[in-house]
């Protein structure tokens, strides 16, 4: 199993990663195939690699340029959560927030996303 700290790097890595070939693999390395997201801007939950490149894909449209980078950190059991800044690479961010994982067998199986801070 991959230790958290592997995980959640590559979880926001994904999120930043623009290639859609190299996402998808990696999405593929470090999500359950039958994940479930979900995100406090839509009504319903997000279920498996496609659904969870569809969610990335709109979130890349409406801020490009953005990338993730890691605030915090605390994990016990099978459940992992860190804070996270979202802006331009090398500027003040735009938006802030947290993501809870639940891990299985070193596999993400549910992401939670919780958004602090918007400036759109």
Aim: aromatic share 14%; hydrophobic share 35%; glycine share 4%.
């Amino acid at each position: 199993m991959s230790s958290f700290t592997d995980i959640i790097d590559k979880h926001l890595n994904i999120w930043s990663d623009t290639n859609r070939e190299r996402r998808r693999k990696a999405i593929e390395e470090i999500y359950s195939e039958r994940c479930i997201v979900v995100d406090p801007f839509y009504p319903e939950a997000f279920r498996g690699h496609d659904a969870l490149m569809t969610l990335i894909d709109e979130v890349q449209e409406k801020f490009p340029g953005f990338v993730f980078s890691k605030k915090s950190q605390d994990e016990h059991h099978n459940i992992a959560k860190f804070s996270w800044f979202y802006g331009p690479a090398g500027e003040p961010s735009v938006v802030t927030g947290e993501d809870i994982f639940i891990i299985e067998e070193g596999l993400i199986q549910q992401l939670y996303i919780f958004i602090d801070k918007t400036e759109e």
